[in-house]
């Protein structure tokens, strides 16, 4: 698996840092780094904290979004210790996170770690299929962006991810399937005036969590285009003389 993990650092205000993230990546056996939105970085820090992990910085890609960065990845972890209502519905512990992971066994897998002093912001945050939290002490809950990549890493090194061979469908086919179930619910009036941008991505975390197979994503597609169907049909037969199912007098 380790060779299918992408380490994706948004924001990174340090080279230092950024250097010892390479230094961790490599002893846990993953090359692909990928650095998205501005940042500057001296080069010289990044060379000296990083060792001879340095080449994991030299073939490294950027990209301007983090969305760019994570567009390829069948699912994509946000990495955060911050919870709450404006966060993810559903936060894991790194080990609860192999269990989603263990049955994909095709695609790249991003690891996303927001910038060092801020984190992930919210919108970050939403882009990322889910979240993904270190349990720490109350008393000093920040770990350092190395440490947080090493922890994440060694655990997705050291645990069994046995299962059959799966490839989940891609990111754009999920946000279409999105797309399609929200619709569908605003058709048959489901929202009020809002909670329809809330609930598509409710819908699209879950479905990132599940590895939907292509025959499963038909197959749902088919069943919110009948549930339409279902309230054209039933306005119908709400008209008087309509419901052949009445009682005939």
Do not use: W
């Not at 760019?68 to 069948?74: K, Q």
């Not at 910038?115 to 912001?121: A, D, I, R, V």
């Not at 920040?142 to 490839?167: E, K, M, P, W």
């Not at 197979?213 to 549930?227: N, Q």
């Amino acid at each position: 698996m380790m060779n299918r993990i992408q380490v994706v650092l948004v924001r990174p205000g340090d080279g230092a840092n950024v250097g010892a993230v390479c230094r961790a990546m490599k002893t846990m056996g993953v090359t692909q780094l990928a650095i998205a939105g501005p940042c500057s970085l001296d080069i010289g820090r990044v060379r000296t904290l990083a060792v001879h992990a340095f080449d994991i910085f030299e073939s490294s890609r950027s990209f301007k979004t983090l969305e760019d960065a994570v567009e390829g990845s069948v699912l994509s972890a946000g990495i955060t210790r911050r919870r709450g209502r404006f966060r993810k519905y559903t936060s894991f512990t790194p080990e609860q996170f192999i269990r989603q992971v263990g049955p994909v066994r095709k695609g790249t897998i991003s690891l996303v770690f927001g910038n060092e002093e801020h984190g992930l912001t919210y919108k970050e945050l939403k882009s990322c299929d889910t979240a993904v939290h270190i349990p720490s002490s109350d008393l000093f809950p920040s770990l350092n962006l190395s440490h947080a990549v090493q922890v994440i890493l060694y655990i997705l090194r050291t645990s069994r991810t046995d299962g059959s061979l799966f490839t989940p469908v891609s990111r754009m086919e999920l946000e279409d399937l999105s797309n399609h179930v929200a619709g569908r619910l605003e058709d048959i009036g489901f929202f009020t005036l809002t909670g329809k941008q809330d609930m598509k991505q409710f819908f699209r975390e879950i479905f990132a969590r599940s590895h939907l197979s292509s025959t499963e994503v038909e197959r749902l597609h088919k069943v919110f285009t009948k549930i339409e169907r279902l309230k054209v049909h039933r306005t119908g037969l709400d008209k008087p003389g309509n419901d052949p199912y009445s009682e005939k007098k």
